[in-house]
Every structure is written in structure tokens, then in C-alpha cells.
């Protein structure tokens, strides 16, 4: 069984394709630097504004430990809010562009 040829040029240049590409880089880009800069903001804190960190939440646990923690439930958040929108928004564009080129 001979496998199907697709012209990726036509493909390339299908207004389905340039929306599916322009709505996925514009989400991964913006949230890329949202975590970026909350990531980042962790050691450039911890260097100049050191009393922050040490400052006591609950008994022996200060907001340094909240803030790394807080990490683990950003990247969370992140992979199942861009599970959410990647099943919703680009498998919905991605099956029309499909069905469009079968």
C-alpha cells in the first residue's frame, strides 16, 4: 500500500495552517515568559531582598519555602491549562486542516 503524498508547501501556505501556527506560538510564547520571569524572579529575590525570604509563614516554614513550592504547582498549572486549550483550540484547528487535505 503506497503511502499518500502531501504538497507541505500547499499546506504551509493554508490560512487554517498560518492560524493554527500564529494561535499556538503566540499561547507557548506567553506563557514561556510568564514562567520565565516567575522562575528567574526566585534567585535574582533571594539575592537582593534576602529578609523577604526568610520572613516565617507558618511556624518554621518561611516564604522562601512557599515560593519554591509555589513553583511545582505553576508548572502544573501551566501543562494542564495548555492540556485544556490544546485539546480544545489547536486538535479542533488541526482536524479541519486534516479533513481539508484528505
Known amino acids: 500500500m503506497a503511502a499518500k503524498q502531501y504538497d507541505w508547501s500547499k499546506i504551509a501556505q493554508n490560512p ?3 492560524e493554527l501556527k500564529s494561535r499556538k506560538r503566540k499561547f507557548l510564547f506567553g506563557w514561556w515568559l ?3 520571569i516567575y522562575y528567574f ?3 535574582i529575590l533571594s539575592g537582593y531582598a534576602p529578609a523577604l525570604f526568610k520572613a516565617k509563614a507558618i ?3 518561611n516564604l522562601g519555602y ?3 513550592l509555589s ?3 505553576m508548572a ?3 501543562a494542564i491549562y495548555y492540556t485544556k486549550v490544546a485539546n ?3 486538535d479542533r484547528l488541526t482536524d479541519e486542516l486534516v479533513r481539508e487535505f484528505q
Open 16 to 18: 487554517k495552517y498560518l
Open 34 to 36: 510568564a514562567s520565565s
Open 41 to 43: 524572579s526566585l534567585p
Open 59 to 61: 511556624g518554621v516554614i
Open 66 to 68: 512557599l515560593f519554591i
Open 71 to 73: 513553583q511545582f504547582v
Open 76 to 78: 502544573f498549572f501551566v
Open 88 to 90: 480544545s483550540e489547536f
